[in-house]
T-cell receptor
Framework: QKEVEQNSGPLSVPEGAIASLNCTYSDRVSQSFFWYRQYSGKSPELIMS????GDKEDGRFTAQLNKASQYVSLLIRDSQPSDSATYLCAVERYSGNTGKLIFGQGTTLQVKP | DADVTQTPRNRITKTGKRIMLECSQT?????MYWYRQDPGLGLRLIYY???????NKGEISDGYSVSRQAQAKFSLSLESAIPNQTALYFCATSDPGDGGTGELFFGEGSRLTVL
């Protein structure tokens, strides 16, 4: 089992729909979770971080965390063609006092006009 | 200019050659990282450095070495390149203020092809 797992997709949604991206992780003690967006041929950029169970909203983006189920998701409301990208889930794994990010393989999202 | 600059952006080399990828940053961050990205495998950590005197192996350090020449410069070397090191390499920086990673700021990537 991979430490951080995502469905590689592609996930295709029509413009204006809600896109739901999912991520599961194996380390029960993980406390910090991140979503990065990567456009084709570009570098990743952080769009959301979440540390507590529940929802965190930022504009059209909502991150959801359920530590009991070891599950983190990203919802994109009113999806736009400009949201078409690969979304990388990252989970912080600690060794002693030092954290390192472990990335999933990414989910490719296609938003069709 | 980009805050995190990688050179070269593209490189084609042959098996057995020594290759150096360079990274420089103007963000003033102490922490620097080298990741590699392969299709279907996401980003994997090769090495990371918390300051000039603190360098640590990541998940996949075999076949790689690094040098932190200054706070702003972190180089990745492949002493004897092999084809399965063909990948997209990213340098990143962060300044979390605690033991965690914080937000990573990535360079534009260096695409390496080993023939």
């Amino acid at each position: 089992q991979k430490e951080v797992e995502q469905n590689s997709g592609p996930l295709s949604v029509p413009e204006g729909a809600i896109a739901s991206l999912n991520c599961t992780y194996s380390d029960r003690v993980s406390q910090s979770f991140f979503w990065y967006r990567q456009y084709s041929g570009k570098s990743p950029e952080l769009i959301m971080s979440i540390y507590s169970n529940g929802d965190k909203e930022d504009g059209r983006f909502t991150a959801q965390l359920n530590k009991a189920s070891q599950y983190v998701s990203l919802l994109i409301r009113d999806s736009q063609p400009s949201d078409s990208a690969t979304y990388l889930c990252a989970v912080e794994r600690y060794s002693g006092n030092t954290g390192k990010l472990i990335f999933g393989q990414g989910t490719t999202l296609q938003v069709k006009p | 200019d980009a805050d995190v600059t990688q050179t070269p952006r593209n490189r084609i080399t042959k098996t057995g050659k020594r290759i150096m990828l360079e990274c420089s940053q103007t963000k003033g961050h102490d922490r620097m990282y080298w990741y590699r990205q392969d299709p279907g495998l996401g980003l994997r950590l090769i090495y990371y450095s918390f300051d000039v005197k603190d360098i640590n192996k990541g998940e996949i350090s075999d076949g790689y070495s690094v040098s932190r020449q200054a706070q702003a410069k972190f180089s990745l070397s492949l002493e004897s390149a092999i084809p399965n090191q063909t990948a997209l390499y990213f340098c990143a920086t962060s300044d979390p203020g605690d033991g965690g990673t914080g937000e990573l700021f990535f360079g534009e990537g260096s695409r390496l092809t080993v023939l």
